[in-house]
């Protein structure tokens, strides 16, 4: 036999051990390192963070204290009494909840000096708590991003702030992880700070991927001080925990904070997950009205309820806006987060993380047995051990954290399976043909690996030819991009479309979505083939909107590279389309033809026409109008087309919350379409500049009032119907 068969042979055994320890490292590279971050993405970090909210909704509500009660501003309270609430009434409910034998009562209400505050208001308030024990207050630091808190000043100080809310905070240690505040946006005036018991941020951090609230900062840093957070501090007013005998150990990995026998170990940026009790209905709750109103009967036995409580007021309204998602909620008022970090505290049940060496000895042992019988046992069977072994992992992890709140990975090992078995599997199906290596190098370049390995499994998919398919289809392009390529040389040219090409192509793809060509500067994909997608129109706006904000990550790096500012235009379409491999036997490509495709074209140059960044068609908002947030913007004839079709600015996905103030503009500006469609030419240009109050030099509205200033002058024909032809494409 050859020497090289031989060592080659030798080598073939050892495959499956390569590619588990390959698997493992990248794992380990992805999940548990700053190397992704540094590069702009937090996707494996965000994927293990919803693997451990799954084990949280698996579990469902865990044991706890059972001495909180949620004092609701309620829609009730609200009707009755107005927003604001006067604030003597919160002294009066809050003194009520007090001799009624609460222990400790919270307002989660920022009660700052103000001059438009009734005077007579603050003194009943004041009055009203001097007659009342275990009172607290909240304060609304000002915490800036992650990368400019190392700039932040351990001095900087508003001496007003200072003044009222020093005597309450914690000499800070020299060395601690706890995020600091350059101010404080909300405190106590000082006469209701001087009659209450103490103080707590309320400062709650979304996720920047998800916008979920999963940890919050157990103390925040002001003026050299540290600031516990309500539930800390309630926690520590119960447990009877006196700040002097708090003490704080910096280590590499955080603050570890002891308070009695307490042991609190926080994040990097001194976070401490919360262990969510349930969802929020889970907590007894009364309205704040009714508590006025017992007391006004005279009903006694209503107030048994709050003896030994610990009440926390807050507001449910929805228009005052603090809701927040957490893993087991879309939306949950803010005071219940904080009622959640009170009892985990008081209760000692905190999220203990299994140690680190634990946890990647369990990888690395599964991992390579997973290795080995992917190489030497047949598909079936080792799909099989695969499934069971992912399946008894997700038993184990669940269990340890249900049980006894010790959290284990949970995405990081299914990935390292996955990824080990699949890999392996893949090695061993590229000697077995040429179709299947044709396949590969077909669509490994503009398809996600998931959708290869189906095509992999179907080659019909890939014949000469096309077929009939809805599809959506999505063209972008860079604006002004001829006046960037006049200010920087060839080379900075290739390297600048290089890295902008690189990102928003790994959002299409992330989206399952199917990157047909790039042409100079433009991309075009799209969605539903090769594979169906039901949601491909979703997916197709998903992507459009992230590829907006991950280029808006990415200007620093593209201005570095070529000292310019790089924007993106993006239109968006949906309908029936042919899509097939196209040319010959020699050559071929993967492409989607028919008449959507050239409006979504169109689309993608009708931003300039409008000052949008992303116009989606009438048959694309039609199928996800529930999903996202977009506004009309006009009924367009296209060049090439004879029938109109309505337009539409993609703002956002409806799952994600929207500012008042938005929602205001979208509804003055859609008055003024109304108007405008209606020749109410006056009516329309006043609802177009009102709009622009709250959104300024919005490039719609003020296309619009030019438009109809000019109408006003010279109106359209009678049997004008409302639509603009786009005469440019």
């Known amino acids: 036999m050859n020497p090289s068969t031989i060592v080659k042979a030798g080598l073939k055994k050892y495959y499956g051990f390569i590619f588990a320890v390959g698997t493992i490292l990248l794992a380990e590279l992805f999940f548990n390192t700053s190397f992704l971050p540094s590069l702009g993405t937090n996707l494996f970090q965000a994927i293990e963070q919803r693997g451990c909210d799954m084990l949280m909704r698996a579990r469902g509500v865990r044991p706890y204290g059972n001495d909180i009660i949620m004092v609701k501003i309620d829609d009730y309270t609200d009707k009755l009494l107005g927003w604001p609430i006067p604030r003597d009434q919160y002294g009066a409910v809050m003194t009520l909840l007090s001799n009624s034998g609460a222990k400790a009562v919270a307002l989660d209400v920022p009660l ?3 001059k438009d505050v009734d005077t007579m208001q603050n003194i009943l308030l004041v009055e009203y708590l001097k007659q009342a024990q275990g009172t607290f207050q909240v304060i609304g630091p000002y915490v800036p991003s992650s990368t400019e808190r190392q700039h932040v000043s351990r001095r900087d100080v508003d001496s007003a702030a200072h003044y009222i809310i020093g005597r309450f905070g914690i000499p800070a240690p020299y060395l601690n992880h706890f995020p600091r505040a350059p101010i404080i946006n909300d405190y106590p005036f000082l006469e209701l700070a001087e009659v209450s018991t103490g103080i707590g941020h309320v400062l709650l951090i979304p996720d920047t991927l998800d916008g979920i609230i999963r940890s919050t900062p157990l103390f925040v840093e002001y003026a050299e001080r540290l ?3 309500l539930g800390m501090t309630l926690a520590m007013y119960v447990l009877k925990i006196d700040p002097k005998d708090i003490s704080f150990e910096d280590t590499d990995d955080g603050t570890i904070v002891r308070a009695g026998t307490m042991e609190i170990h926080t994040g990097l940026w001194g976070e401490v997950r919360i262990n969510y009790i349930g969802k929020g209905s889970q907590l007894p709750s009364v309205s704040l009205f009714d508590i006025l109103a017992a007391a006004k009967q005279g009903n006694e036995k209503f107030f048994d309820q709050f003896k030994n409580k610990v009440c926390i007021i807050g507001p449910t309204i929805r228009s005052v806006g603090d809701y927040y998602a957490n893993p087991l909620e879309e939306s949950s008022a803010g005071f219940f987060t904080h009622a ?7 209760t000692n049940r905190f999220l203990i993380p299994a140690h680190a060496w634990i946890q990647f000895s369990i990888l690395a042992l599964i991992t390579l047995a ?11 069977a080792g799909v099989g051990i695969l499934l069971l072994v992912a399946v008894l992992y997700s038993i184990f992890a669940y269990s340890a954290f249900a049980f006894f709140n010790v959290l284990f990975h949970i995405a990081e090992p299914l990935f390292a399976f996955s990824l080990c078995f699949v890999s392996t599997i893949a090695f061993r199906a590229a ?8 396949i590969t190098d077909l669509f490994g370049r503009y398809v996600d690996s998931t959708i290869v390995d189906i095509l992999i499994n179907d080659p019909q998919l890939v014949k000469l030819g096309g077929e009939k398919r809805e599809i959506s289809i999505l063209f972008s392009d860079i604006k002004g991009f001829s006046t960037i390529s006049e200010k920087v040389d060839d080379e900075t040219l290739v390297k600048l479309l290089n890295v902008y090409m690189t990102d928003m ?6 989206h399952q979505g199917t990157v047909d060509k790039f042409i100079g500067d433009a991309i075009m994909a799209f969605w539903g083939a090769p594979l169906k997608d039901e949601n491909a129109t979703f997916h197709a706006c998903v992507s459009a909107l992230e590829m907006q904000y991950r280029l808006e990550r990415l200007q620093p790096k593209l201005y570095k590279i070529g000292n310019v500012e790089v924007r993106q235009r993006i239109g968006v379409n949906t309908g029936t389309c042919t899509v097939g491999n196209m040319g010959s036997e020699q050559r071929q490509s993967y492409t989607a033809i028919g008449d959507p495709v050239n409006l979504a074209s169109r689309l993608e140059g009708a931003n300039k026409q ?3 960044c992303i116009l989606i068609s009438e048959t694309t908002y039609q199928q996800v109008a529930k999903r996202v947030v977009a506004r009309e913007v006009d009924r367009v004839q296209v060049v090439g087309k004879t029938e109109p079709t309505r337009i539409y600015e993609l703002i956002n996905l409806a799952d994600k919350p929207i500012t008042d103030k938005m929602k205001y503009f979208l509804e003055i500006y859609a008055e003024g379409l109304k108007s405008y469609r209606e020749r109410r030419w006056d009516e329309g240009i006043a609802y177009m500049e009102h709009a622009t109050q709250k959104i300024p030099d919005d490039p719609v509205c003020l296309l619009y009032i030019e438009r ?3 109408y006003q002058i010279s109106p359209p024909q009678s049997d004008w119907n409302g639509v603009f032809v786009l005469h440019s494409k």
């Open 112 to 114: 700052p000096p103000k």
């Open 227 to 229: 600031y516990p957070s």
């Open 340 to 346: 959640n970090i009170y009892d985990m505290i008081a």
């Open 370 to 380: 997973i290795g080995f019988v992917a190489h030497t046992w047949k598909m079936r």
């Open 431 to 438: 000697t077995e043909g040429r179709q299947r290596k044709m």
């Open 505 to 510: 192509t790994n959002v299409i793809l992330k």
């Open 610 to 612: 409008y000052g949008t």
């Open 708 to 710: 109809m200033k000019l």
